[in-house]
């Protein structure tokens, strides 16, 4: 094992983690506004096609990645209107927008299986610009990367040192309460669900223009359960979301580490670790009110009819 | 109660009324995606011709229709049951992977055994695997610990892994690693009039009527009734609340486990990685739209099964990607999911 493979692999941790990143701080702000979504794997699917598609045809990454961000909102809509507005079961109207991915972004993504596309471009980072040129490709990272934990501090700051994160927070504790003291529980949970849609395309974005740069039918391979998982993990808090995508990376490099040095591992049980690491968490801190769910997480807001 | 109560409930306005209101969303759901197909240039009534065409026009289509039903409404009941105490199991897809790699155990060591040891203790095995997976949450949610909700989606990851581990390392055959071996047809549930339905299906039915009068006629139904009601309320009545919510998930989790163990047993005859893609997922849609009832969840699978089954018909005359079928299905779920009062409260 040398210093080339180990930068490899984490090279390689980052550009699988960004994406989860994303949209476990998606949906930290859509749980904390008490809406549980199930369909982040269908939003992440069609942000990813249409994205690809869309580059393809212009031949612009930054197009692609737009558009990606606005299919993942606008997907969140239909969510949106069936428990905001309809008042259905969060969790099977997220499954139902699973399966709605599932198909659409087949569909989409039909006729650019295999497409090559201008992936969004690299920069290396400051000051490595000399090294060997193996080193310094290793080393250099999308725009998208970079981004990633300044955005976690900006949906931080969004959260808790806003009053609108305040009203947020408000809602997905109890929805009557901040009804009463003079907030629009239905208005601010759709805005949670879009912002939740658009983290959820740019990760989307990422995954299809910046770090695989193919478009493949459920290429996602379960990212957007993973992401609610992570979000349990770091206990609806964005910045304890860094550290849950750095360990699920982790997990992988990790894996990736063990099979290039020759140690038999099963990759399947390596695979379950954030998983169990996750419900573990979950026993450790259960019962602590600090560190619980928001209390109306997955309660249907009835109003005061 | 009497024939004539019965019949009274059987044709009375409520259910005709359903049954028309059902009719017309699912024209709503193929008006929705005869636009999309339209979109994409294909024909939506040839491509409607080919599904229903090959859906009812032959016996074997029909028959393929009660196949895919099979893991739908035995998952869905998996579900229906512990919603009945207020237990939200998310969980089946976890429990029917865990169930299915038991009955796999078993096929895979006894197969020496006649069928009618064999297919029981496979039965058995995939129960009780489903079970165990479900102690786990169920356990969690029964101290106050953990919310069941959670727990359960999570195992939901783990299961299919630990099936992969094992597969892999242990039970792959050896022209494959993706899949056991086939098994003996010993430990195949038998098939019915030379089609795919298999024993599943009988199975599945005897267990929504016995869930419906379980529900309905015994002490069990009525106590499970006041849990999910009220729980406190429940346990000051001296209602064993702790044990019914461990029993019943548990219970949950093996009627999943049995989905595993009819679908590897019945439907592939091998053990295959991800062999579900979503069918606990399903079952949990399926319940909830139709509101945890026994005759709604029949009816709701049976129209999920249409979808499914036609789409493969889709692909192979139309030349789209079977997941497209996956919108059809996606758009019938939003508009039931969008009137929910369309079965009459039951929601837990």
């Given at each position: 094992m040398n210093l080339l493979s180990i930068l490899g692999v984490f090279s390689s941790a980052i550009f699988s983690g960004t994406s989860l990143l994303y949209t476990t701080l998606g949906e930290v702000i859509g749980e904390r506004s008490g809406i549980v979504n199930l369909g982040l794997e269908g939003v992440l699917l069609v942000s990813a096609s249409s994205g690809f598609a869309v580059t393809v045809i212009t031949g612009n990454p930054y197009i692609g990645v737009l558009v990606a961000v606005i299919i993942g909102g606008l997907m969140n809509m239909i969510l949106g209107y069936l428990i905001?507005?309809?008042?259905?079961n969060q969790l099977a109207s997220g499954l139902a927008l699973m399966f709605f991915g599932f198909g659409l972004s087949a569909l989409i993504g039909k006729s650019y299986v295999g497409a090559k596309i201008n992936a969004l471009p690299r920069i290396a980072?400051?000051?490595?610009?000399?090294?060997?040129k193996l080193y310094s490709s290793l080393l250099s990272f999308d725009i998208l990367i970079y981004t990633a934990i300044p955005v976690a501090f900006l949906v931080w700051w969004l959260l808790f040192r806003t009053r609108w994160g305040l009203g947020l927070r408000a809602v997905g504790e109890n929805a009557d309460t901040a009804y009463a003291s003079g907030r629009d529980p239905r208005l601010i949970r759709y805005q949670a669900l879009f912002l939740n849609g658009l983290l959820a395309g740019l990760g989307a974005a990422h995954l299809s223009?910046?770090?695989?740069m193919t478009w493949t039918e459920?290429?996602?391979?379960g990212r957007g359960f993973i992401a609610v998982a992570l979000v349990i993990f770091s206990r609806w808090h964005p910045l304890r979301a860094i550290v849950g995508a750095l360990l699920f990376s982790g997990a992988v490099a990790f894996q990736l580490l063990l099979q290039s040095s020759g140690v038999q591992v099963s990759p399947f049980l390596l695979d379950t670790i954030p998983y169990v690491l996750t419900v573990l968490v979950l026993i450790a801190w259960g019962g602590n009110r600090r560190h619980s769910a928001p209390a109306s997480l997955g309660r249907v807001y009835h109003g005061t009819e | 109660m009497s024939a004539r109560t019965f019949l009274r409930i059987a044709v009375s306005n409520t259910l005709v009324k359903n049954i028309a209101r059902y009719v017309m969303m699912m024209l709503l759901a193929l008006l929705l995606f005869g636009i999309i197909l339209l979109a994409t240039g294909k024909d939506p009534f040839q491509s409607y011709r080919d599904m229903f065409g090959a859906t009812f026009g032959s016996a074997y289509g029909f028959s393929e229709v009660l196949v895919a039903m099979i893991p739908m409404l035995i998952t869905a009941l998996a579900v229906a049951l512990p919603s009945r105490v207020g237990l939200i199991n998310v969980g089946g897809e976890g429990q029917l992977y865990i169930g299915a790699a038991f009955a796999t155990w078993g096929a895979l060591t006894f197969k020496d055994q006649p069928a009618w040891v064999l297919l029981p203790l496979m039965a058995l095995l995939g129960m009780i695997g489903g079970a165990l997976w479900a102690f786990i949450p169920g356990y969690l949610k029964s101290i106050g610990l953990v919310n069941e909700t959670i727990t359960t989606l999570l195992m939901n990851s783990i299961a299919p892994k630990i099936v992969g581990f094992l597969i892999f390392g242990f039970w792959h055959s050896p022209m494959d690693t993706v899949k056991t071996e086939n098994f003996v047809s010993a430990a195949r549930l038998p098939t019915f009039f030379?089609?795919?339905?298999?024993?599943g299906f009988v199975i599945a039915l005897v267990l929504l009527a016995l869930f419906w009068i379980i529900m309905k006629y015994t002490r069990w139904g009525l106590e499970m009734r006041a849990i999910g009601g009220n729980p406190q309320a429940a346990r000051r009545n001296g209602i064993p609340l702790k044990g019914y919510l461990i029993v019943i998930m548990c219970l949950g989790g093996a009627i999943a486990g049995l989905a595993g163990m009819s679908h590897v047993?019945?439907?592939?005859g091998v053990l295959i990685l991800?062999?579900?893609?979503g069918l606990g997922f399903m079952g949990f849609l399926i319940c909830w739209l139709a509101g945890g009832d026994p005759i709604g969840i029949f009816l709701m699978s049976f129209v999920v099964a249409i979808i499914t089954t036609g789409g493969n018909f889709l692909q192979l005359t139309?030349?789209?990607?079977?997941?497209?079928?996956n919108i059809l299905l996606a758009l019938a779920l939003f508009v039931v999911l969008a009137s929910p009062k369309f079965f009459e409260g039951k929601k837990a």
């Open positions: 905001i507005h309809r008042k259905a980072l400051p000051g490595l610009e000399n090294l060997p223009i910046a770090y695989t459920y290429m996602t391979a | 030379n089609t795919r339905v298999h024993l047993s019945g439907f592939y991800n062999f579900s893609m139309q030349g789209l990607p079977y997941a497209v079928i």
